[in-house]
């Protein structure tokens, strides 16, 4: 056997190599996975603007192998996304919220944290303290107690009440809505900017790039960065503009569910003939030793 390649082994799910899954039965599955309703299917990405007028610097990123295995080749890219439409198709920000200022407290609270540990604390939060104005009338001492259970409370509650006093200073009580004023606001960089752009403002102005963002984009050989900023230059390089928040919703979904951390769900995985992660725990494909997460 050819060294890296891995056997193939039954599916744990029971689920047998090449059968389809009846219609209907991946519905219920996302409904028991608690995921997000959206309200339409998003349209299928067109291929053509896949990579389109990328090339010269995605060139730097290419890799082919003696087989002509290209990592970036538009046609892969466009079954990855294809793939994750299929597997979420209504997937969208797990952050409970209703309204940009909302979105933006809960997403600061989210870091280090879990968004179900966040939208535990939220609805208290926000019947408590109803407007940016009383956020910002606030001493960050005072919102520590309430945010505690999230985690860096003390830099959260400072950067909650800065981002509340500077909106109602610079910006009118109302939330910016530009990636260069977000950027402005205490606590706010690129991910929790491109959160509040794309979920709330509808703007694709960027991929959110997290832990899930991270480990994925580099188990699928997207990027070979390590660095937030950079991978986010890599996906948004060879990603269709149309398609980056949504993108960045499902792989965060793809994250959770399946391509976990640890032990990735590989045999109930839609890309698994696409990945050739180092880490993958069942396999149909040759495995890459530098496809880690
Ligand atoms: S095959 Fe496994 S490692 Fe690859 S994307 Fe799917 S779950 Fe993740």
Redesign the pocket.
Known sequence: MARGNMPRRPSRSGRQEGARRPKGSQAKGRAAQNMPARPARRAPVDPAKVNAGKAPKAAALKKKSASGYDPLAPERVHEIIAGLDQLYPRATCALTHRSAWELLVATILSAQSTDVRVNMITPMLFEKYPTVQDFAALEPEQLQPDIYSTGFFRNKSKSVVGAARKIVADFGGNVPQTMEELLTLPGVARKTANVVLGTWFKKNEGVVVDTHVTR?SR??ELTKQEDPKKIEEDLMRIIPRERWTDFSHEVIW?GRK??VARG???AD?A??TL?H?A???WSTVEIHAEARP
């Open positions: 994925i188990r699928l793809h399946l391509c990735p769900k590989c995985c890309l698994e990945c992660a880490d993958k725990t």
